[in-house]
């Protein structure tokens, strides 16, 4: 298995809107849903739910590039990398949700619109759950909808970075 799964969306011709590239990040242990805990987690694998976003991305018209990693670093560079390359970040950092300090310093430091998304609401779960590294450098989070967390937060996203622009 390699260090990261990277899925892209073809680009999307746009006559009237502002063209936008999307950061779909998922971090560690999402590349097992489908057969992951699915009581919690669902039953959707990840690539279904990238299928999802992309979809999604079509009628947004926004691009939508799409990576997994399980390593805290790789998931560091790719937010580096995302400068100059997308305009916004859509999140689900899994555990390092609440233990990276990394992660977080890294998303302020590129300073792109952020997104923050989770599976399970992380605040009806085991405590260690209930703080978010993210959340306070984020536009804003939502928990709990299953993969339509995922597809709000792209809504919410996209709606942020076209606000006040069409
Ligand atoms: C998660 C919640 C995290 O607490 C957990 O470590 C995950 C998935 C979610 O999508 O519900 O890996 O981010």
Known sequence: MSDRAVV?????????????SILVLHG?????????????YGSLTLAEINHLLA???????????????????????????ALGKHQGILINAGAYTHTSVALRDALSGVNLPTVEV??????????????????????GQISGFGVQSYLLGLQALVHHLRKDKV
Not at 8 to 20: A, F, G, I, R
Not at 28 to 40: A, K, M, S, Y
Not at 56 to 81: C, R
Request: hydrophobic share 40%.
């Open 8 to 20: 892209s969306s073809s680009k999307v011709p746009n006559l009237t809107l502002q063209p936008l």
């Open 28 to 40: 560690p242990n999402l590349n097992l849903l489908g057969q992951r805990e699915p009581g919690i």
């Open 55 to 81: 979809a999604e991305g079509l009628k947004l018209q926004v691009e939508i590039f799409a990576v997994q990693s399980n390593h805290e670093g790789v998931l560091v560079d790719t937010i580096h990398e």
């Open 118 to 139: 989770h599976l399970s609401n992380i605040y009806r779960r085991e405590d260690f759950r209930h703080h978010s590294y993210i959340a306070a450098i984020a536009i």
